[in-house]
């Protein structure tokens, strides 16, 4: 797979676009108040638009298996910081005994 | 035996103006920056130190205000942990040594290992004002709300040279993976590697991994301190707690990056000291990745008593006894190879021994706060001071001091007083443990940390312990002297003063600039030590 891949510049107009969508979206629905979902919807367009910039703007989608697996091993450790800290939040109101 | 003599070109006379030394790309020159550096930051954490132990050398509070001795303290933390301790091994040993022992000529970005350099200078000196314009008094912690809402200290300035002072971290650890990676020698496989090198590499992942977290998360002290955001700050819906976790999500594999790289160091001196193989190669080399790994599994282990949820704890606590596995493979491991071995009483293996005994006491003092039970019972008392200075100060101070005398007449052509440096390592560590074996019984016995002023009944332990201070400092003075008097009068080293194996050892003393006259090809394991190699020393 190539590494020095260039892209047409439209494809960055592009996702510069989506990206700008997206922080509309996120703004506009900051308006409703969709009770527990509230910060998923937050989320999910936050995550999207990280996605994007990742794939595209970093040229993660043309980069090689290992420029993958650097990035796989960023998404498990942040996965590892909010799988751990939740371990703490999701518990406390749980029943302790003693 | 033969005569030995400077080599005629080396990187120390390859140029001699300021420039030359400022702008320079020679990875060699480099690590004697940053040698610098690390050297100026410990000695201010070294003062703070000494004003602290002065200060609990009596019960009252009678040297310093209540607010001058918590800017002592955490000023000292500061320093000595983000601009010493954390830096000090990868940039000064693993700097000059990644790439000769992997048979390469440079590091892979030589350009952005002087901006690490410079970056590291930038961050220090804004901490350096935050101390001289007012100082910190919020421990090196930061612990939220109060660093957010209520100290009137220099908490930006002092968040800021930390916050810059990390890229340094991720840009080093980036350029060690990278050249370990794609720039080995001919038949420098994995597994033939020094295991200095495992440790590097252990290291600079956790610097990649874990260093971005707490940029942030010292951003968000920022923004709250200033915007006055709700992310910590209760009062205004955030969480104290969440600070704690993305605070020791990176501070406690900021533990390993300080250590890892020192039981690098003492794997080279065992084998060295040992002329033996190092026991169960593989074993240790995967021990480093194992701790760099586990290490961010546990930190909720300083979280026993913060209001952590009971289930959290329990999870943490046993991840934490999990670190145990991979540390004690190690120390067994060395005890090991010096089983049977020509066991040698040089100095970088007198710092080798005090390493191991020293670790073995912190560590084993670590399986004690990982059990909730007793950690509850001793969290914010001296116990913890005397844990972490074990491993902290007994593990990487001696595994420096170790490595910087094992490769010292590597670094300048030249050897030290053999006299004067076992002399100082045994003053070391006679320093050390009458420093801060008294801390684990005053801590135990309820004696918190963190406060000017004791009940008389601890008096006799603190003034053991500010006793011990001195010792150390004393000890700490002397390589000083000594090392630097060697640069001009000390005898010449040759190529392979102490008989060793490994690449390094077979370039010149001092290396040239390009490290080898031509590249070499590997065709040997690490340690494959003959039955008697040769030393060249005049």
């Not at chain 1, 650097?70 to 518990?91: C, E, K, P, R």
Request: hydrophobic share 50%; charged share 10%.
């Amino acid at each position: 797979m190539p590494t020095n891949h260039i892209l047409p510049t439209r494809v960055y107009y592009t996702i510069f676009a989506i990206l700008m969508l997206c922080t509309f979206a996120t703004v506009l629905i900051a308006f409703f108040d969709l009770g527990p979902l509230n910060a998923i919807a937050a989320l999910t367009i936050a995550v999207f638009k990280a996605v994007l910039v990742v794939l595209f703007f970093m040229h993660v989608r043309y980069s090689t298996r290992l420029t993958w697996a650097v990035v796989a091993g960023g998404v498990f450790w942040l996965g590892i910081l909010l799988a751990l800290t939740l371990s703490d939040y999701l518990t406390r109101s749980w029943q302790t005994f003693g | 035996m033969s005569t030995v003599l400077l080599p005629p070109r080396h990187y120390l006379n390859d140029g001699y103006g300021v420039r030359s030394w400022l702008l320079t790309r020679d990875h060699k020159r480099i690590a004697l920056l940053y040698l610098a550096g690390v050297t100026f930051f410990f000695f201010i954490g070294g003062a703070m130190a000494v004003l602290i132990r002065l200060e609990l050398a009596t019960p009252p509070g009678d040297l310093v205000t209540d607010e001058t001795y918590n800017k002592l303290f955490t000023m000292h933390g500061v320093m000595m942990v983000f601009f010493f301790l954390i830096p000090v091994i990868p940039s000064v040993l693993g700097n000059f040594l990644v790439p000769i022992m992997i048979g390469a000529k440079d590091l892979a970005f030589p350009k952005i290992n002087l901006l690490s350099w410079y970056i590291y200078v930038v961050g220090g000196l804004f901490t350096l004002y935050a101390l001289i314009s007012g100082g910190l008094d919020t421990g090196w912690t930061f612990y939220t709300p109060f660093s957010t809402v209520a100290s009137t200290t220099n908490v930006i300035p002092a968040a800021l040279g930390i916050f810059i002072t990390g890229f340094s971290s991720i840009l080093t650890g980036l350029n060690f993976i990278v050249t370990i990676h794609r720039m080995r020698a001919p038949g420098m496989t994995w597994f033939r590697m020094p295991l200095f090198l495992w440790s590097t590499y252990a290291t600079s992942l956790i610097n990649v991994l874990g260093t971005p977290v707490i940029a942030i998360t010292i951003l968000l002290v920022a923004a709250e301190r200033v915007f006055h955001f709700g992310f910590f700050n209760p009062a205004v819906g955030g969480d104290p707690v969440l600070f704690q976790h993305l605070f020791w999500f990176y501070s406690h594999p900021a533990v390993y990056i300080m250590v890892l790289p020192a039981m690098g160091v003492v794997s080279e001196l065992v084998a060295a000291g040992c002329r033996k193989p190092v026991f169960g190669y593989s074993f240790v080399a995967f021990a480093s990745l194992a701790i760099a790994v586990l290490g961010f599994l546990v930190w909720g282990h300083h979280m026993f008593v913060a209001g952590e949820s009971v289930y959290s704890a329990l999870i943490f606590s046993i991840l934490s006894f999990l670190v145990a596995i991979p540390s004690a493979v190690k120390v067994f491991n060395w005890t090991a190879t010096m089983y049977q071995g020509a066991v040698s009483w040089e100095t970088p293996m007198l710092y080798a021994y005090g390493f191991i005994g020293l670790f073995t006491i912190g560590g084993l003092t670590g399986l004690f706060l990982a059990a909730i039970g007793v950690d509850v019972h001793v969290t914010d008392t001296y116990f913890i001071i005397a844990h972490f200075h074990y491993i902290m100060v007994g593990g990487t101070i001696m595994g420096y001091l170790g490595g910087l005398h094992y490769w010292w007449p590597k670094m300048s052509g030249r050897l030290y007083n053999e006299g004067l440096a076992k002399l100082s390592a045994g003053i070391i560590f006679i320093g050390f443990n009458l420093t801060f074996f008294p801390q684990f019984v005053v801590g135990y016995l309820g004696m918190p940390r963190r406060y000017h002023a004791y009940p008389p009944e601890f008096q006799v332990l603190n003034v053991l312990s500010s006793a011990g201070a001195s010792i150390l400092g004393v000890g700490y003075l002397i390589p000083m002297v000594y090392l630097m008097w060697s640069l001009r009068y000390g005898r010449l080293a040759g190529s392979n003063p102490w008989g060793a194996v490994g690449l390094e050892w077979t370039t010149s003393s001092p290396p040239p600039t390009e490290n080898f006259t031509e590249t070499p090809r590997v065709t040997w394991d690490a340690y494959e030590y003959p039955a008697s190699v040769e030393t060249d020393v005049a």
